[in-house]
């Protein structure tokens, strides 16, 4: 049976399909480039990843929370920032793939990362699909009627499980490439960038639960190292 996606930004419905459409052939090549005889295997692997990583955004937003179902959904979007850090390490990959060949070889490292990649793989999206409707890509600043605040599951072990599954699965992309420079740069950029952004959430989040919240901070860390997210007081 063929599943009818409810969205709200039916005239982008072409776009849409365009990008499912992209994502799956990159998902396909990157799997034919995995199963090959060739020095870019790890690349292959790299490729399947990113590419079910932007569907399954997608996919499991229309699954959980279709009410905020749009063309944004699949991350393909989210920042300048983010498609000038892709195209810095494609560029690392096949620069240093040219220059020093055997760097890109080390098979226990892009396992490693690969392992990285499917476990924040799977945090996120069990994230996602634990909040359900309280799940949102984007920071709420006013809190919608039904908007509850979900501490059980994986909310158990970290205030924010999908921004931990997405800063592990993002440096385990660069481990699997053996791309040494976009990894430093990849994990500090991401530090900064889930540091800003969770300070940001958890005034909102205070705002809508007051003591409810605070107590969940002082039993529940934000899952990320040396970040503490915006302490409240009540």
Same mark, same amino acid.
């Given at each position: 049976?063929?599943?009818?996606?409810?969205?709200?930004?039916?005239?982008?419905?072409?776009?849409?399909?365009?990008?499912?459409?992209?994502?799956?052939?990159?998902?396909?090549?990157?799997?034919?480039?995995?199963?090959?005889?060739?020095?870019?295997?790890?690349?292959?692997?790299?490729?399947?990843?990113?590419?079910?990583? $932007?569907?399954? !955004? %997608?996919?499991?937003?229309? #699954?959980?929370?279709?009410?905020?179902? /749009? *063309? @944004?959904?699949?991350?393909?979007? $989210?920042?300048? !920032? %983010?498609?000038?850090?892709? #195209?810095?390490?494609?560029?690392?990959? /096949? *620069? @240093?793939?040219?220059?020093?060949?055997?760097?890109?070889?080390?098979?226990?490292?892009?396992?490693?990362?690969?392992?990285?990649?499917?476990?924040?793989?799977?945090?996120?999206?069990?994230?996602?699909?634990?909040?359900?409707?309280?799940?949102?890509?984007?920071?709420?600043?006013?809190?919608?009627?039904?908007?509850?605040?979900?501490?059980?599951?994986?909310?158990?072990?970290?205030?924010?499980?999908?921004?931990?599954?997405?800063?592990?699965?993002?440096?385990?992309?660069?481990?699997?490439?053996?791309?040494?420079?976009?990894?430093?740069?990849?994990?500090?950029?991401?530090?900064?960038?889930?540091?800003?952004?969770?300070?940001?959430?958890?005034?909102?989040?205070?705002?809508?639960?007051?003591?409810?919240?605070?107590?969940?901070?002082?039993?529940?860390?934000?899952?990320?190292?040396?970040?503490?997210?915006?302490?409240?007081?009540?």
């Amino acid at each position: 049976m063929t599943r009818i996606i409810k969205t709200r930004d039916a005239p982008n419905l072409y776009k849409i399909g365009v990008r499912a459409g992209l994502l799956g052939n990159a998902f396909g090549i990157g799997l034919l480039i995995s199963f090959s005889n060739t020095t870019w295997t790890h690349f292959g692997w790299y490729l399947t990843a990113l590419s079910f990583f $932007h569907w399954s !955004e %997608y996919y499991t937003t229309s #699954v959980t929370n279709s009410r905020s179902l /749009t *063309l @944004e959904s699949y991350l393909l979007d $989210h920042s300048r !920032e %983010y498609k000038i850090a892709a #195209v810095a390490s494609w560029t690392e990959f /096949t *620069l @240093e793939w040219l220059v020093f060949p055997g760097l890109k070889q080390f098979k226990w490292l892009s396992i490693l990362g690969l392992i990285l990649v499917i476990g924040g793989e799977v945090l996120r999206k069990t994230s996602m699909i634990t909040a359900r409707s309280n799940f949102n890509h984007y920071v709420q600043h006013i809190k919608q009627h039904d908007h509850q605040l979900v501490t059980h599951g994986v909310y158990q072990y970290f205030r924010h499980p999908s921004y931990v599954g997405w800063f592990y699965w993002s440096i385990g992309t660069q481990i699997i490439l053996c791309n040494p420079i976009c990894l430093v740069g990849y994990t500090i950029v991401s530090w900064r960038f889930f540091r800003q952004r969770i300070h940001e959430e958890e005034i909102s989040l205070l705002n809508f639960f007051g003591e409810h919240y605070v107590d969940y901070q002082k039993e529940t860390g934000t899952g990320l190292p040396f970040i503490k997210g915006y302490i409240g007081r009540y």
